[in-house]
Nanobody, 122 residues
């Protein structure tokens, strides 16, 4: 399984970006996709997750109400719509995937994509 993240860039505070993560290789018929981020000097943190079947979602408190995760099963692609961006949202964003069935709130993933950089100017 390969995960290809894209959509990062430079945006002003208050602006929006949409990240995409396309999965290739074996298609997903179960499991979850997630987004994580890592800011300079900080540990990687969970951002959002979505279940392929059913669409259940989970969000970090810091992004609730501003970010929306969605998926297109036909395209094996997950999106992260980020609105009202803040300087503290600036980080490298990574997408991740897992096939196994577990709770949506689990932070353990099996596959990782390369990161895409989101820069938020104040």
């Amino acid at each position: 399984v390969q995960l290809q993240a894209s959509g990062g860039g430079l945006v002003q505070a208050g602006g929006s970006l949409r990240l995409s993560c396309a999965a290739s290789g074996r298609t997903f018929t179960s499991g979850d996709m997630g987004w994580f981020r890592q800011a300079p000097g900080k540990e990687r943190e969970f951002v959002a997750a979505i279940r392929w079947i059913g669409g259940n979602t989970d969000y970090a408190d810091s992004v609730k109400g501003r970010f929306t995760i969605s998926r297109d099963n036909a395209k094996n692609t997950v999106y992260l719509q980020m609105n009202s961006l803040k300087p503290e949202d600036m980080a490298v964003y990574y997408c991740a995937a897992r096939r196994r069935i577990t709770t949506i709130t689990s932070r353990e993933y099996d596959y990782w994509g390369q990161g895409t950089l989101v820069t938020v100017s104040s």
